[in-house]
């Protein structure tokens, strides 16, 4: 669809009358919420880090496109269809100490909520103790950690290991998740999972749960 194409572009540069219009008016003309975000907004807003990191695009512009495409999805949350197979699991997703991004969040907690999942999110820079006392309190099946800058993935780190340390590891899953991240890097922290995108995170988030319920003893 040819309005994806200039969605996509109205984020990069930087037309927020345009993002809002664009949004409303290809999911008037059928692109569904998931193709306008995934088509459209995530490619704008991650060519915007592009020209960022290339020296074009500064602080301001990342708040600006930021702001954007977060209104665009404010938008089409209402409009995300519930998806008939539903879990019931919970799910608490925060983002670590030291970043603040959360657009990447947000959409992996609308998307769980659209499958069925509980989901408590912690917020933004969250620290290994936050996390630690909210697995401590609630009844999570799986936890969930994004981090944007490479300079945070120690933070992943460091609370992947609070929970060991903490004898919480066992009470709950975790999965991580953000774009400089991958699953070597899940695998070397000890985390169980990691999730792509929005849509791989519900896959798998299933995945999880149906093994936690499976190895758990039935009856009593
Ligand atoms: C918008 C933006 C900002 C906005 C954030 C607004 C907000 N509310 O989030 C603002 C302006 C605040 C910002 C600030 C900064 N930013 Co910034 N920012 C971006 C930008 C352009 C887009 C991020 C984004 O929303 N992407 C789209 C989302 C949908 O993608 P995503 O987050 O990866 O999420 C998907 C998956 O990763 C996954 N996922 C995400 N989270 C989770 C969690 C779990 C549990 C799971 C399973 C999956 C999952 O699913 C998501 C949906 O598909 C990126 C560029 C980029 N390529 O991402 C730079 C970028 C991340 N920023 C960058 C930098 C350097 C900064 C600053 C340090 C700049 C500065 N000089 O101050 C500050 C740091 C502030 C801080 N302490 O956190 C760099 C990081 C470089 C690096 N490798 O470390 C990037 C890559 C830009 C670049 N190319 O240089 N930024």
Redesign the pocket.
Known sequence: MQLLGELRQAVLDLKMDEVDRLTRTAHKEGASPEQIIEEAL?EG??K???L??DGKYF?PE??V??QAV?AAIAYLEPYVVNAEQTSSGKFL?GTVK????????N??TMMLKCNGWQVEDAGVDVDSDTFCRMVAEGDYDIV???A????TMPALKETVAALNEAGLRDKTRV??????LTQEFADEIGADAF?R??WD?VNKAAELLDGNRSAQPTGG
């Open positions: 995530i807003i991650r915007v880090g592009d960022f990191a602080l990342l708040l496109a930021g977060q997703i030291g970043d603040i991004h959360d657009i990447g969040k959409i992996v969930g950690f994004s944007l800058l490479t300079m999965m991580i998740g953000g774009a400089p999730g995108d929005a995170t």
